[in-house]
């Protein structure tokens, strides 16, 4: 079965950089779309980015646009989010998620697949 596990999280300050890998197995990933979800305390879970396995085309929410990269590694199974400027409102988990498809899909609701999550805390 599809697994994903999210690593790369912790506690930065304002302006930093993180890099998140999200190791994915179980299948062959051709073909899906590869998203960063982010959930804050007391918010929805929200859209970050999203990859094309195949091919590498990108897609960003507009907080995040010209700061955070979304890229695959098609080689070793792994989605990279490289986090760059980092502000106190990135602070959240984030999730890493695999749906077959090519929409550029946004609601975290398509997604049937997903991992375990990891912190991401910036301090201001």
Do not use: H
């Given at each position: 079965?599809v697994q994903?596990?999210?690593s790369?999280g912790?506690?930065?300050?304002?302006?930093d950089s993180?890099r998140?890998?999200?190791a994915?197995?179980?299948r062959n990933?051709?073909g899906?779309e590869?998203?960063?979800?982010?959930?804050?305390p007391?918010?929805?879970?929200e859209?970050?980015?999203?990859?094309?396995w195949s091919?590498?085309?990108?897609y960003y929410?507009d907080?995040?646009?010209?700061?955070?990269?979304?890229s695959?590694?098609?080689?070793?199974?792994?989605v990279?989010?490289q986090?760059?400027?980092?502000?106190?409102e990135?602070t959240?988990v984030?999730?890493c998620a695999?749906?077959?498809?090519?929409?550029?899909t946004?609601n975290?609701?398509?997604?049937?697949?997903w991992g375990?999550?990891?912190?991401?805390?910036?301090s201001?």
């Amino acid at each position: 079965q599809v697994q994903l596990v999210e690593s790369g999280g912790g506690l930065v300050q304002a302006g930093d950089s993180l890099r998140l890998s999200c190791a994915a197995s179980g299948r062959n990933f051709n073909g899906f779309e590869m998203g960063w979800f982010r959930q804050a305390p007391g918010k929805e879970r929200e859209f970050v980015a999203v990859v094309k396995w195949s091919g590498g085309d990108t897609y960003y929410a507009d907080p995040v646009k010209g700061r955070f990269t979304i890229s695959a590694d098609n080689g070793k199974n792994t989605v990279y989010l490289q986090m760059n400027s980092l502000k106190p409102e990135d602070t959240a988990v984030y999730y890493c998620a695999a749906r077959y498809g090519s929409a550029w899909t946004v609601n975290p609701q398509s997604y049937p697949y997903w991992g375990q999550g990891t912190q991401v805390t910036v301090s201001s």
